[in-house]
DNA sequence: CTATAGCCGACTTATTAAGTAGGAAATAGG
DNA sequence: CCTATTTCCTACTTAATAAGTCGGCTATAG
């Protein structure tokens, strides 16, 4: 289960956005309440603005806020546009008697994937998601 | 999901291993069955027998073989072995409204350890593993 | 005594991650 | 208009890790 910063810190980022006030919110108070990289983070909110997750506003009073309520936030739509997922990481094809390795790593796979679209970012904020 | 090159080697040649009639078996021989770097491998093979896994035995009609039975080792004790478990990768303590988010982690990591400790080589070798 | 095969540490190269730099372009308020 | 604020954008540098290589030594069966 590795996690790269650039994800854990994208995740973090919409959590303060699903949290605030609506409103938008400057990137400076994510960096500050996150402990996050200034520039690192700018980097990260164009991405996912370039994305369409979220909308921003420049200048003064600007800021960044959710593009959808947070409720319809999934972890997976943060995470699928920060790593992206362009090719489907060779694990399948594996020769002989370790083919059935691919199985198993299909199934971890879907595991993943499954939880991760069912936790929304409303769920993270109010604490409350399925075990 | 991401599992190194070198964990994959090593998955497989253990797989090699359980699949093959008792006695020694060449690296060469687990090289060319798997498409493994020769050189490689032979650096991962060490690593395995060092922790204990398997044993081998040098000169003509030497090679490697299982320390216990193959429905003893499971995937997770290779894993374990090649990737090294020192430090609990740094996913607790997120500040403020995105702490919930370690939950998760924590979910997933539990569930992934759970399976990869349920299946053993025994199983890989006749694809029989629970979904 | 020779061919086979494992043993071993150190070394090089490739790839990816993490973070920085330097400015340009909006926009709200005075 | 002018200024402070804040996003926008490309490209760059550096650090870390992964992947794979090298050279040569040691054991042992026949």
């Known amino acids: 289960m590795r996690i790269s910063a650039r994800t854990q810190y994208a995740l973090r980022a919409v959590t303060e956005l699903a949290a605030a006030p ?10 500050t309440a996150q402990s996050i990289p200034r520039r690192f983070l700018d980097n990260i909110l164009l991405q996912l603005r370039r994305a369409g997750l979220i909308h921003s506003q420049r200048g003064p009073e600007g800021g960044y806020w959710l593009a959808r ?19 489907q990481a060779e694990h399948g094809g594996y020769p002989g008697v370790a083919q059935p390795l691919a199985e198993v790593w299909s199934m971890l796979r879907e595991h993943e994937e499954t939880l991760l679209t069912e936790i929304t970012f409303a769920q993270i904020v109010s604490s409350r998601f399925s075990a």
């Open 22 to 31: 609506p409103g938008p919110v400057p990137a400076e108070k994510i960096a």
């Open 69 to 87: 309520p947070a409720g319809e936030i999934t972890l997976a739509d943060v995470i699928t546009i920060v790593e992206g997922h362009p090719e």
